[in-house]
Structures are given as structure tokens and as C-alpha cells.
């Protein structure tokens, strides 16, 4: 199997301009996921990234964030836990809101789902804002684990999100300056 670097990762995904809404480019990691080589290659990458780490739990963010942590806590040897929006998990939860550019959303994880002091990796497919996944993290230290690390698949360096995640170390695949 050939190693792909960032370009070559970054040449997989497929951009879609103006959507969801005009000025916007979207990022589409369908194009990517769908290649079977390319697929595992950023799952490896990840992996390798944290070997040796001692994380104890990996954490993925609805939803995308799913399709990479299910396979990185896997490859790690650790369990998978999910953080999801309101009303998507059936025992006691913890709940945090965040804003959004026009209003707020929130996110929940099981009350059970860590114990204090885990190390945790926190995983979504992409940094944007960073507010998504400052909530995350703040579920996380909720249940007084510790977050020794974030992960990504893309980050869109030029909206800074990486400034709102307060010295939490940030491992991005591909990044866009702009």
C-alpha cells in the first residue's frame, strides 16, 4: 500500500461550493471515506499519531466524528464512547449548550460513560470555529476525565478554532489556510 501524505488525502475530498449556504465551501469526506486505501491510511495516521499515549478511552462527536474514533479506538485498543445531540442517548446524561453562529445547540454524553481521571481522545472529522468540540471537551471534564488530545481529519486553520481549545493539544490531517 502506498502512503498517502496530506495532499494526496486532501485531493480526496471533494469540495462543494456554496453549500450548505452561499459562501461556503464544503468540505465532503464521502469522496474520501469511500476509498478504501485512503480510508485506512487516515485511521493509521491517527493511530500512529497516539501509540505509546496511554489514552484510555476514545470519545467521537456526532456524527462524523463516529466514523473515524469507532475505527481509531479500535486500532488503539481502547473502548469508543459517543457524544451525541439532546434526546439521542437513553440513560442520564450530562448536557452542555454552546453558541453557534445564529443561536445555540448542545451536546450530551452518558453520565457512566468515563470515569475521572481517563485519559481521553477526543475525535470529529473536522475543526472549524472550535465550538463544537470546546463543548466536547467541557462534557468531558463534566465527568473529570482528562483530555490529553483532539483529533481531526481536516482543520480550516484560517476560522482559528484551534484558539478556543485552551492548550489542549490539536492533530489535524489535512489543513486549509483558506
Same mark, same amino acid.
Not at 58 to 65: D, F, K, L, P, T
Given at each position: 500500500m502506498?502512503t498517502?501524505? #496530506?495532499? +494526496?488525502?486532501r485531493?480526496k475530498?471533494?469540495? /462543494?461550493? +456554496?453549500?450548505p ?7 465532503? =469526506?464521502?469522496t ?12 493509521? #495516521?491517527?493511530?500512529g ?5 496511554? /489514552?484510555?478511552m @476514545? ?7 463516529f466514523?473515524?474514533? !469507532? ?9 469508543? @464512547? ?9 440513560a442520564p446524561?450530562?448536557?452542555?449548550e ?14 457512566d460513560a ?7 481522545? =477526543?475525535? +470529529? ?7 463544537? =468540540?470546546?463543548? !466536547? /471537551? +467541557? ?10 488530545g483532539?483529533?481531526?481529519? =481536516?482543520?480550516l486553520?484560517?476560522l482559528?478554532?484551534?484558539?478556543k481549545?485552551?492548550? @489542549? ?9 483558506a
Open positions: 502506498e498517502l501524505n #496530506a495532499a +494526496d488525502l485531493a475530498i471533494r469540495e /462543494i461550493p +456554496d453549500f449556504r452561499p459562501g461556503v465551501n464544503f468540505k465532503d =469526506i464521502t474520501l471515506m469511500k476509498d478504501a486505501e485512503a480510508f485506512h491510511q487516515v485511521v493509521e #495516521a491517527m493511530a499519531h497516539y501509540r505509546g499515549s496511554q /489514552i484510555d @476514545v470519545v467521537g462527536v456526532e456524527s462524523r466524528g466514523l473515524f474514533g !469507532a475505527p481509531l479506538a479500535y486500532a488503539l485498543g481502547t473502548g469508543f @464512547v459517543l457524544i451525541r445531540k439532546p434526546g439521542k442517548l437513553p446524561t450530562v448536557r452542555v454552546y453558541q453557534l453562529e445564529y443561536g445555540t445547540d448542545a451536546l450530551e454524553l452518558h453520565k468515563l470515569k475521572p481521571g481517563q485519559r481521553v481522545l =477526543i475525535v +470529529d472529522d473536522l475543526l472549524a470555529t472550535g465550538g463544537t =468540540i470546546s463543548a !466536547a /471537551i +467541557d462534557l468531558v471534564h463534566q465527568l473529570q476525565a482528562q483530555v490529553v483532539v483529533a481531526f481529519l =481536516i482543520e486553520e484560517f482559528r478554532g484551534r484558539e481549545l485552551a492548550g @489542549v493539544p490539536v492533530f489535524s490531517l489535512v489543513k486549509y489556510e
